[in-house]
């Protein structure tokens, strides 16, 4: 048993956490890009902020609430630890349960310091929530709410009735592109961070999901 654990903490070292570290690298070179050679590119999308700021409406400031809020630490880190207690509790296998933990881990991590490091301002329109501490590259909202649920589309290919594999890969895809969306139009990232937060998620997620997939079909 202590081999298999070995194996698996080799496995995640090789197979997630490098590349992870990897993924971090690219995403804070992207992000000093923004302030540097690609400054013109960050100027520029401040109009899409301003075009999307100036179309609000009541209704849609209701909805992107609720958008926003599945992609806050609370939400993700309560999805995460229902999810993978029925996981746990239905297949006994603390692998396929440890996919959506380690996508969301690994991600909030290369946020985090991509955060520290790049500290980029947050667009320079009203804002709808609350601003957290961290800058506003790239989005933490997508980016945990993309490694989550594309983690658990990915686990969901595991369902045997087509139609409910179906729904729940669809539902799973959905949930991140509402985040996003709302995240944009309450004026709290550029259209570049949202794109850093969805490929920081997704890449993490697919980490993940590698892993398992290697130790299981070994």
Same mark, same amino acid.
């Given at each position: ?35 540097g ?14 075009d ?13 609430l ?16 229902? #999810?993978?207690? *029925? =996981?746990?509790w239905?297949? !006994?296998?603390? &692998?396929?349960?440890?996919? %959506?933990?380690?996508?969301? @881990? ?7 310091i991509a ?15 609350p ?10 909202h ?23 594999r ?7 895809? #959905?949930?991140? *592109? =509402?985040?996003?969306?709302? !995240?944009?139009y &309450?004026?709290?990232?550029? %259209?570049?961070?949202?794109? @850093? ?5 997704l890449?993490c ?14």
């Amino acid at each position: 048993m202590d081999r298999i654990h070995r194996q698996d903490g080799g496995d995640l070292l090789t197979r997630a956490v490098a590349p992870g570290v990897a993924l971090g690298g690219l995403v804070i070179g992207f992000g000093f890009a923004l302030k540097g050679p690609l400054e013109g590119l960050a100027h520029s999308e401040e109009s899409v902020n301003k075009d999307v700021a100036n179309h609000r409406t009541g209704s849609w400031d209701t909805i992107t609430l609720v958008w926003s809020h599945i992609g806050n630490t609370e939400s993700v880190i309560g999805v995460c630890v229902i #999810v993978a207690a *029925l =996981l746990l509790w239905r297949t !006994r296998d603390w &692998r396929l349960t440890a996919v %959506p933990v380690i996508a969301i @881990a690994m991600q909030g991590l290369v946020f985090l310091i991509a955060a520290r490091v790049v500290d980029r301002d947050r667009p320079p329109v009203p804002k709808l929530d609350p601003s957290p501490p961290t800058a506003s590259y790239p989005s933490g909202h997508v980016g945990a709410s993309t490694g989550l649920y594309v983690a658990l589309a990915l686990l969901a290919l595991a369902i045997h009735r087509s139609w409910l594999r179906t729904l729940t890969i669809i539902a799973c895809l #959905v949930m991140p *592109l =509402l985040v996003a969306y709302a !995240r944009l139009y &309450r004026g709290m990232h550029h %259209p570049t961070d949202i794109a @850093a937060g969805i490929l920081n998620g997704l890449t993490c997620a697919l980490l993940a999901y590698t892993w398992y997939r290697h130790r299981t079909v070994t």
